[in-house]
């Protein structure tokens, strides 16, 4: 019995660290650790690391991103594996459905994360204890809200940029200088930037914690579904937003559709919502999302069909059944399990039809294409042809029939495309990946699926397509499903 009861002891100070403060709400990781360390008298971070079982804690390659904690250093701390999450970005990756794959998250936060500490020294002042909030990390923040006062990024004293995590742990002491970090002054905010500073914060503040609701398995879409909804409101066309924004319309239809050929970042989302003029937390907000994870009836659909068409009539643009579809999220596709959407659908394009071979309805729509592609060669993106003809909501092979200056303009394009540039490497995996999503773009409009249309969709060239085996390989599959043509 003794014997047992030394044991546990010695467990208990081996194990748990004799200090072992609860981590503050919205504390990063990197603050945590530090004060963890520091609290129990540790010269090193290096000695906490090896506490916890022999893990180098100073090469965290990307702090506070999110990947699960090491069970040492939980066991240390005694803080459950799941907190340490909350000190991380995971929740907010998490609301947004997007992947806690670590080059994913490096491309879907890329922008957004300042690299190095930035501090309010009145927070660290006025609070007890003092920590690092995970809200610091954000670029779109220029300061604190509470305090109103600009972020410093260096030592207020001695001017030396900080690591968030130093080797020597001490919160609030400066490595180079030993200055106190919370005697900076830091500057006031601009009476300008108050507002969105505030509203900033507390977007991020509910992109932080962990959500009511376990999140639908399709998340992204769910999000997709309620910045399409809410840019029927406003009645805003994807390249008017995408315009805007000052991206390209893939950016845009990926967070409405969740398209993989062009993923959008963070900083993407939030430019977005303050185009429609809404805060994230409206965005993000549980009741709206919980409607939105019912398919729309018809009767809905039809509503948002009307509504569509008021928009575009009251702003004198053509009802072209892109721009319809374009407002109400069905872009690219036609829901044959609506009929009567359809069939409305359908009314405005036979009425169109005449309307769409007028010769000044043709020039309309080169000046479309024309500037969509000229725009992206502005700024070095390669256009994807498909995005192109869904933005117009016509199809391919019906916008090269009906107009002879559209086909050579594409075709024009496609072949500047093959010549300016050698192709870039793109690895296997990621070649796999853009023809799967081609492909399924393809077989969601019923259209055939063959290299050509694949290369409208995809950024890689007919070369690059012709020499990957795992192309070949994809292709034959479908060659073989499609005896006779489409179905
Ligand atoms: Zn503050
Ligand atoms: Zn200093």
């Not at 129990?40 to 000695?47: A, F, P, Y």
């Not at 690092?132 to 030592?155: I, N, T």
């Not at 398995?217 to 809410?230: I, P």
């Not at 995408?242 to 969740?258: K, P």
Request: proline content about 7%; hydrophobic content about 40%; overall charge positive.
């Amino acid at each position: 019995m003794e014997t047992g009861l030394w044991v546990e002891h010695a467990q208990a100070i081996w194990n748990v660290l004799p200090v072992h403060p609860p981590p503050q709400p919205l504390e990063s990781m990197t603050s945590y650790i530090t004060r963890l360390a520091e609290a129990n008298g540790l010269q090193s971070i290096h000695e906490l690391g090896a506490l916890a079982g022999g893990i180098r804690l100073k090469n965290l390659k990307s702090p506070d991103y999110p990947a699960p904690v090491s069970p040492g250093l939980a066991r240390l701390a005694s803080v459950p594996t799941a907190r340490w999450l909350d000190m991380t970005f995971f929740h907010l990756v998490h609301r947004f459905g997007r992947s806690m794959h670590p080059v994913a998250l490096h491309k879907f936060l890329a922008g957004s994360i300042a690299p190095a500490l930035r501090y309010c020294p009145l927070c660290l002042t006025e609070h007890t204890p003092a920590s690092y909030s995970l809200l610091w990390r954000f670029l779109v923040l220029p300061g604190c809200s509470e305090h109103a006062v600009h972020f410093l990024d260096q030592c207020g004293h001695c001017g030396s940029p900080l690591a968030l995590l130093r080797c020597i742990p001490q919160l609030t002491t400066c490595p180079t200088c030993q200055g106190d970090l919370r005697s900076g002054v830091p500057s006031p905010l601009e009476s300008s930037v108050l507002a969105p500073t505030t509203k900033y914060t507390n977007d991020l503040k509910m992109l932080l914690t962990p959500g009511p609701r376990s999140l639908a398995k399709d998340q992204a879409e769910l999000v997709g579904k309620r910045f399409q909804f809410l840019r029927l409101q406003r009645g805003l066309l994807i390249p008017e937003v995408a315009s805007l924004m000052g991206r390209e319309t893939s950016v845009v239809l990926h967070i409405d559709l969740v398209r993989k050929v062009k993923q959008a970042c963070l900083d993407d989302y939030m430019r977005y919502a303050d185009i429609l003029g809404y805060s994230l937390c409206e965005i993000f907000d549980e009741t709206a999302l919980q409607d939105l994870l019912v398919p729309a009836s018809e009767a809905q659909l039809l509503e948002q069909v009307e509504q569509a068409i008021h928009h575009l009539k009251a702003r004198g643009k053509p009802l072209l059944p892109g721009n319809i579809g374009n407002l109400i999220g069905l872009i690219g596709r036609r829901g044959p399990q609506y009929p009567r959407v359809n069939k409305l659908l359908t009314r405005n394009e036979t009425e169109r039809e005449q309307e769409l071979l007028d010769s000044k309805l043709e020039e309309e729509l080169v000046k479309l294409v024309e500037q969509t592609l000229k725009q992206g060669e502005a700024r070095g993106e390669t256009i994807v042809l498909q995005d192109v003809c869904d933005l117009v909501g016509l199809t391919y092979e019906w916008m090269v029939k009906k107009y002879p200056r559209i086909k050579a303009l594409f075709h024009a394009y496609q072949q500047n495309r093959s010549r300016r540039r050698r192709a870039p490497n793109v690895d296997e995996e990621e070649k796999g990946q853009q023809i799967q999503a081609a492909i399924n773009v393809l077989l969601s409009g019923g259209e055939p699926v063959t290299l050509k249309r694949i290369l409208h969709i995809v950024k890689l060239t007919y070369y690059q397509l012709r020499t990957s085996p795992r192309v070949k390989a994809l292709l034959a599959q479908y060659a073989e499903k499609r005896p006779g043509g489409t179905s």
